[in-house]
Structure formats: C-alpha cells, structure tokens
C-alpha cells in the first residue's frame, strides 16, 4: 500500500476518511502490468472531486504512482482513495491540508471465471439505496449501505444481491450493475438517485450504442426483470457475467452476455 506515495500501511487516525467517510474511491482490473480503462478511472476520481468539492489532486503524479503499481503485476486488483485530508474541526474542512493519495493492490477474484461459466445467483436484499440525487452515480466512501448488503448477503446461499430503492425500484447489484434483455430490447436501472454508474457500466453501454444497439435507461420494478428473457451483472472486475437465478426465477438467456464479453474482450486486446 502507497499513502501519498510512501509505501506505508499506517493512515492518520484524524484523516477524513477515518473521521467522515470523506473521499471517494476506484477499483480497476490490472493485467499484464497495464491497468484498464485507467483514462476513464482517472476521469471519474476527478469527476467525484469536484462534485464532493475535495481539495485539488495532482493526477499527473496519481497516475504515475498507479502505473508504479501496477507495473509489475501480471494480474491484479488497484484500488485507488483519495479523501479530503488531515484536519478540520468536526464536520468543516477549515484547515485541512491536501487530499490523501491511497493506493493498494489486492489478488485477483479466482471466483469469476467459475461463475462466468455457472451464472450467478441473486438474493433481493432487504436492504434499500437511499435515494440522492446529489450523490446518486458517485462511488464516495459512504458505503456503509453496501456493508450491510453484503453481510446479509453472508447469511444466504447467493453469489451477489438485487438492491432496490426506498421505493421499490431496482438499482444495482452490492458491487456490480445490471442490464437485462426482452426481447431485443436492452435495458438498464436509471442511477439518478441512487446507485453507482460504474466504469464497465459506461463502457458496454458505448459499445452496445457503437453496435447500433439502443440501451434503455428505465426505472423499474423487480417484477419487469423477473419477466425478463436475460440478465447480466458487470463491474471492472469480472467484467461481465451471466445471471442464472434470482430468489426463485430463473434464466438461461446467453445472447446479451455473449455479446457484451466479446466487447470484453477487445478491450483486454488492447
């Protein structure tokens, strides 16, 4: 791990992240020494910056530390933090220094290609997205949501989760995005109050419109998905894969989830 690009493990008890939640993060795919999309990882660490209004970030020297990283990697997980800083009194951020650079490298997932070839299986979690439009879309380090998504998640025999919003619509996966396919219609949950519009998510739905194929950005219900013919989950890491169950309905669809891992792998070509 890199704090402020010093290897170290040891972070300020009084950093905002610790205090506050006070930053947001990314997670990237590295193979072969490279890391995937990094253009667009970068693109969305500045993008959640000024939106959360965190002090100013060098990202020519973030970006050399993550391609440091991953240099020597053959096939790693890259997370990169950056909080608000060390500082301020009580919620204000009067005072505080720079940001904080976290960078850290974890093994990769071996799980993934096991349920590329299986399907996953989705529980519905009890657990409801707080619906936020200032924040809706924006990967930030308020995850406690997900933490209890995920430790319900512990208690059954699923592989990931179907999250719904306070009012019922369908959002998103604990740690990954949806589309679904009827017919030849491809669909996908509107993020505009809640959810994280992850990096794969942004990716497919390029390259399913460079195909001339239209993707559809809806608010639904969990119903319109059980009638679904297809259903896949994606996030920068699996990258894709297919759904074979949710709670009791189940789906054999590979149309869609073959098209989308083609365009998966183009990009792990370049």
Not at 93 to 100: L, P, V
Not at 226 to 240: G, H, K, Q, S, T
Request: net charge neutral; hydrophobic share 40%; proline share 3%.
């Amino acid at each position: 791990m890199w704090i402020n690009g010093i290897e170290q493990n040891q972070l300020s008890a009084n950093d905002r992240a610790v205090q506050f939640g006070d930053g947001c993060f990314t997670t990237a795919a590295v193979q072969n020494g490279k890391i995937l999309l990094i253009e667009q990882h970068l693109q969305r660490l500045k993008d959640t910056c000024e939106q959360l209004w965190l002090p100013e970030v060098d990202w020519s020297l973030l970006e050399k530390e993550m391609r440091r990283a991953a240099q020597n990697q053959q096939q790693a997980v890259l997370k990169v933090v950056i909080t608000a800083g060390t500082g301020g009194r009580g919620y204000s951020r009067t005072g505080c220094g720079e940001s904080t650079r976290i960078i850290s490298l974890s093994p990769w997932p071996q799980h993934y290609l096991r349920l590329q070839q299986q399907g996953v299986m989705l529980a519905t979690s009890p657990i409801r997205l707080a619906r936020n439009a200032q924040f809706a879309g924006l990967k930030h380090l308020n995850r406690l949501e997900q933490v209890m998504i995920r430790a319900h998640l512990a208690q059954t025999d699923a592989d990931e989760a179907l999250v719904l919003d306070t009012q019922g619509q369908v959002v998103e996966c604990c740690a990954a995005n949806l589309f679904w396919r009827k017919g030849d219609t491809i669909l996908t949950p509107d993020l505009s109050m809640s959810g994280v519009n992850g990096i794969m998510r942004r990716y497919l739905m390029m390259q399913l419109e460079a195909a001339g194929l239209a993707c559809q950005v809806v608010q639904s219900e969990p119903a319109e998905i059980f009638a679904a013919d297809e259903v896949v989950i994606c996030n920068a890491l699996m990258p894709v894969l297919p759904v074979r169950q949710i709670d009791s309905v189940n789906f054999t669809g590979r149309k869609l989830f073959n098209q989308l891992q083609m365009s998966c792998k183009k990009l792990e070509a370049k």
